[in-house]
């Protein structure tokens, strides 16, 4: 268990164990299959909160840690960015770019908090309660 006071994020560029292409030849699926992800660091990197804080119009924290094969992402974004979809396609040629420029815009929507991983994921009360925190530690950065 963490103590208390503890901070569970970890901003440290993780070593790689290998190089990009020594690692692409070993999986395959990391040299372009969209969706997969084999992690290139030490046990040691995989068992902490890698954060990454990404400054700019869209602010946000992105937070990784891969828990018994199962690679999570959280995203904490400072605040939410929600565009309503353009409603009707044009039938003026000239308003076309604008419709799709605004469509774009809509696919980049997002509410405060973002998860994502690649399967079923089961935590223990330990992962659970760190990552409620890394959450928690990710919002008082930003705010």
Known sequence: MRPANSKVL???VPKKLRSAEKHNEMFQSDSGIAGTYVPNMSKEDMDLWKAKHIKGEDERIEIRKTLDGVQVLVVVYKKEYQPKYPKNYPTDVN????????RTEWT???QNVRMSMNGKLDMTYDHWWDLSEAIKEAMEILL
């Open 10 to 12: 970890s901003f440290e």
């Open 95 to 102: 308003k076309v770019g604008e419709y799709t420029r605004l």
């Open 108 to 110: 980049k929507r997002h």
